[in-house]
Nanobody, 118 residues
């Protein structure tokens, strides 16, 4: 199993950038996919982006062009580069892993807070 731990959140002004990191306890290459999600207060959890074991990326339409997911297998780390941040991006950001043969993401980190000020 791959247990994710997020870091890199913080306070940033609108228009700024942040790079979130997701360090995994196991080899991320042993997971089918790693994904990033977020949840804002009073809203449901939202899918942002994912990257499979062989590097195929998928993005939510609303994030395409602003957010970029990448992985470094040697460091067992997945990144989410976020640019042109807006106050509506304020949320807790979660990293999750999905095992081969599983339909859903089944290991989740505790999240990292991102706050975008106007």
């Amino acid at each position: 199993q791959v247990q994710p731990v997020e870091s890199g959140g913080g306070l940033v002004q609108a228009g700024g950038s942040l790079r979130l990191s997701c360090a995994a306890s196991g080899r991320i290459s042993s997971s089918y996919a790693m994904g990033w999600f977020r949840q804002a207060p009073g809203k449901e959890r939202e899918f942002l982006a994912s990257i499979t074991w062989n590097g195929i990326t998928t993005y939510a339409d609303s994030m395409r062009g602003r957010f970029t997911i990448a992985r470094d297998n040697a460091k067992n780390t997945v990144y989410l580069q976020m640019n042109s941040l807006i106050p509506e991006d304020t949320a807790i950001y979660y990293c999750a892993s999905r095992r081969f043969g599983k339909p859903d993401y089944d290991f989740w980190g505790q999240g990292t807070q991102v706050t975008v000020s106007s």
